[in-house]
C-alpha cells in the first residue's frame, strides 16, 4: 500500500516538475528583447494588438511615431507630473509616489490615482496583458527592472510618449496632438499639453471635440502642478 502510495506521489512530483519546467522553458523562449528597444522601435504593442483584435481592421486607428525633440517640453512636463513625477530620480518603482497619491486623496480630496511608473506602464503597454494575475505582475517587476538597466530616462519616456494610447485607437503623442488639436507635438502649448496628458488615465473619455468633466477637472490639477514644477523641464 504504500510502495503504490509512494509512486503516486512520485508521479505527480515528476508531473509538477515537468509543467514547471515546460512553464519556464516557454517564458525564457518568448521574454522580450528589452535591449533592442535602446537602438529599434517597438514594431507593435500588446495593447495596440489587443485594440485591433478587439475592433476588428476598420476601427479607427492612428499611430504614428515622432523624435524625441520633436515633441515638445510641455507635454513631456505635463506627462510628467500627471503620472510619474519622480520618473528621472527613482529605479523604476515610486513608493513615495503612492503615498503621495494618497495624502492628495486624503487632503485634497483628489481621486486616487494610480501608483505606476511610467517605466511599469510602458512595461505593460509594450508586453503584457490587462489581465492582473500574480505571474504578469511577477514579470512586470522583472521587465521593469530590465528596462531601467537596458535604456536611458529619455529613450523610455521617448517610447512611452510613442505608445501611450490618448483617445480610443489614437496613439502616441503626434496622432493625439494632430487629432485633437491639429497641429503636431512640437507646437503643443502648456495648455494642449495639459489637456493630453490628462487622457492618459481614461483614453475612453478623450476625443478631439474634448473630454467629459472628469478630464477637464484633471486637465487643471496638472497646469497647477506644472506650475509648480518648472525644474522638470531642467530633467529633459
Known amino acids: 500500500m504504500f510502495g503504490c502510495l509512494f509512486g503516486l506521489l512520485r508521479r505527480i512530483g515528476c508531473l509538477i516538475l515537468l509543467i514547471v519546467a515546460g512553464f519556464a522553458a516557454f517564458q525564457w523562449l518568448t521574454w522580450p528583447d528589452v535591449a533592442e528597444l535602446a537602438i529599434r522601435h517597438p514594431r507593435t504593442t500588446a495593447f495596440i494588438d489587443d485594440y485591433?483584435?478587439?475592433h476588428g481592421p476598420d476601427a479607427p486607428f492612428d499611430w504614428?511615431?515622432?523624435?524625441?525633440?520633436?515633441?515638445?517640453?510641455?507635454?513631456?512636463?505635463?506627462?510628467?507630473?500627471?503620472?510619474?513625477?519622480?520618473?528621472?530620480?527613482?529605479?523604476g518603482f515610486a513608493v513615495d509616489e503612492l503615498k503621495q497619491a494618497v495624502q492628495d486623496?486624503?487632503?485634497?480630496?483628489?481621486p486616487l490615482r494610480g501608483a505606476s511608473t511610467i517605466s511599469q506602464q510602458l512595461v505593460?503597454?509594450?508586453?503584457?496583458s490587462p489581465s492582473r494575475n500574480p505571474w504578469r505582475k511577477v514579470k512586470e517587476a522583472l521587465l521593469t527592472r530590465q528596462l531601467e538597466r537596458e535604456l536611458s530616462k529619455h529613450r523610455i519616456l521617448e517610447i512611452y510618449l510613442n505608445v501611450a494610447e490618448f483617445a480610443p485607437g489614437i496613439y502616441g503623442a503626434e496622432a493625439a496632438a494632430l487629432h485633437r488639436?491639429?497641429?503636431?507635438?512640437?507646437?503643443?502649448?502648456?495648455e494642449q499639453a495639459a489637456?493630453?496628458?490628462?487622457?492618459?488615465?481614461?483614453p475612453s473619455s478623450?476625443?478631439?471635440?474634448?473630454g467629459d468633466s472628469a478630464h477637464q477637472a484633471r486637465t487643471e490639477?496638472?497646469?497647477?502642478?506644472?506650475?509648480?514644477?518648472?525644474?522638470?523641464k531642467r530633467e529633459l
Not at 488639436?181 to 502648456?190: D, I, K, M, Q, V
Not at 489637456?195 to 488615465?201: F, I, K, S, V, W
Not at 478623450?206 to 474634448?210: E, V
Request: aromatic share 10%.
Open 52 to 54: 485591433r483584435e478587439r
Open 64 to 91: 504614428r511615431w515622432v523624435a524625441y525633440d520633436r515633441i515638445a517640453d510641455n507635454l513631456k512636463q505635463a506627462v510628467l507630473v500627471g503620472e510619474d513625477i519622480d520618473f528621472f530620480s527613482h529605479g
Open 105 to 110: 486623496t486624503v487632503l485634497e480630496g483628489e
Open 124 to 128: 505593460k503597454n509594450l508586453w503584457l
Open 181 to 190: 488639436y491639429r497641429r503636431s507635438a512640437a507646437g503643443l502649448t502648456p
Open 195 to 202: 489637456g493630453l496628458a490628462a487622457c492618459l488615465p481614461s
Open 206 to 210: 478623450c476625443g478631439p471635440d474634448g
Open 221 to 232: 490639477r496638472i497646469q497647477r502642478r506644472a506650475q509648480k514644477a518648472d525644474w522638470i
